[in-house]
T-cell receptor
Framework: NAGVTQTPKFRVLKTGQSMTLLCAQD?????MYWYRQDPGMGLRLIHY???????AKGEVPDGYNVSRLKKQNFLLGLESAAPSQTSVYFC?????????????FGDGTRLSIL | SQQGEEDPQALSIQEGENATMNCSYK?????LQWYRQNSGRGLVHLIL?????REKHSGRLRVTLDTSKKSSSLLITASRAADTASYFC???????????FGTGTSLTVIP
């Protein structure tokens, strides 16, 4: 099994451009998450989903949109990229069958906004 | 911010020594988890401790939890060069759907 796969791994954008980051998991997990990781800040939750067709805001949702049309995929969109969105983005998933379950992470997407 | 704090920010030890890192958090929790992140990679789950547990072991890892002080510690015994990584604590809160991560401890184990 591949686990959690993030696409692309690297991307450079110009300010104002848009793009979509794709996260795919093959573990049939109900819950999926998008985080950003900045130096000295740890991981901060952007948006999450508790099941197909559902999304919710996390700690830092402004400037991002998400969609969960299929259970295995969770998309993160930047409509108009800003330099402040330069970061490493991580997707994670976990089962929702019980509360105390760990998250499984992808290897990240490194995004630079010029 | 609901983020926790980890202490120390950086730790450098000799191979074979023990490494201890601490995590403090702000809200009531259902569980606390520890993750490892190797350079350029995603986070890997190490151990989960529930709020009604005080201590948990997994191999060379020992985790303690003090909910009265809102703090946890991770002890890695007999460290190896391969343990070099960043370590993060994460707490769930409220409904348990959201997680907050600490700022991390960067551990360097010198061969």
């Amino acid at each position: 099994n591949a686990g959690v796969t993030q696409t692309p791994k690297f991307r450079v954008l110009k300010t104002g451009q848009s793009m979509t980051l794709l996260c795919a998991q093959d573990m049939n997990h109900e819950y999926m998450y998008w985080y950003r990781q900045d130096p000295g800040m740890g991981l901060r939750l952007i948006h999450y989903s508790v099941g197909e067709g559902t999304t919710a805001k996390g700690e830092v949702p402004d400037g991002y949109n998400v969609s969960r049309l299929k259970k295995q995929n969770f998309l993160l969109g930047l409509e108009s990229a800003a330099p402040s969105q330069t970061s490493v983005y991580f997707c994670a998933s976990r089962t929702g069958q019980t509360r105390n379950q760990p998250q499984h992470f992808g290897d990240g997407t490194r995004l630079s906004i010029l | 911010s609901q983020q926790g704090e980890e202490d120390p920010q950086a730790l450098s030890i000799q191979e074979g020594e023990n490494a201890t890192m601490n995590c403090s958090y702000k809200t009531s929790i259902n569980n606390l988890q520890w993750y490892r992140q190797n350079s350029g990679r995603g986070l890997v789950h190490l151990i989960l401790i529930r709020s009604n547990e005080r201590e948990k072991h997994s191999g060379r890892l020992r985790v303690t939890l003090d909910t009265s002080k809102k703090s946890s510690s991770l002890l890695i015994t007999a460290s190896r060069a391969a343990d070099t990584a960043s370590y993060f604590c994460a707490t769930d809160w409220n409904t348990g759907n959201q997680f907050y991560f600490g700022t991390g401890t960067s551990l360097t184990v010198i061969p």
